[in-house]
């Protein structure tokens, strides 16, 4: 069986997020929800099928700019749904916008999306889809998941013999800096 790490280097949709994005830390709130709605996008379709659209969704939502996003309304949703450059399914269009709102208050409680996962880090994968079911619209193991992962709150984004295991290494992602053996009992990683 090949990983993400076998296919993806070199590959024209998936090389350059993998080498790139994919595990490394250090994202702000905007970067936070364009990744969230990714993987709420990607839910029951292929990656392959989110990261040939992303260039057109990130335009479509403004670059997921938080603050635009967290008022669109029914004549953004109607627009959006419209748009052959995006996947559109209205309940993850509807929950990208709620997310963006809920980002908009955690400013207000916690300084942020960033410093919400900060705060709330580590937690063993089980405990975070609670705490993102909570809070979040859209948001089941999976998508948790890959989107903690993508993140560098998770391990599990490479493999340590990929080379951009290394890379990601050295900036120390969140997952690297807390208590190895919440990590143990995760299965998904």
């Not at 193991?141 to 990929?162: D, I, Q, R």
Request: with cysteine; glycine share 6%; net charge positive.
């Amino acid at each position: 069986m090949s990983s993400y790490c076998d296919t993806s280097p070199g590959h024209p949709i998936h090389g350059k997020y993998h080498d790139q994005e994919y595990g490394f830390p250090g994202k702000n709130d905007n970067q936070l929800l364009e990744l969230l709605a990714l993987e709420i996008f990607q839910a029951g379709l292929s990656w392959e099928i989110v990261l040939k659209k992303r260039p057109t969704t990130f335009e479509a939502f403004d670059g997921f700019d938080v603050d635009m996003v967290a008022v669109y309304k029914k004549r953004e949703i109607n627009r959006l749904l419209k748009n052959s450059g995006i996947i559109r399914n209205r309940l993850k269009v509807e929950a990208i916008i709620n997310n963006a709102k809920v980002i908009i208050e955690m400013r207000e409680t916690n300084g942020g999306f960033t410093k919400w996962l900060s705060a709330n880090h580590p937690l063993p994968h089980k405990e975070w889809v609670k705490l993102f079911r909570k809070n979040f619209s859209f948001t089941g193991p999976e998508v948790v998941n890959e989107f903690l992962m993508s993140t560098g709150y998770l391990p599990g984004a490479h493999s340590k013999k990929c080379p951009i295991y290394k890379k990601i290494s050295a900036k120390k992602p969140p997952w690297m800096k807390a208590d190895q053996g919440i990590y143990e009992n995760n299965p998904k990683v």
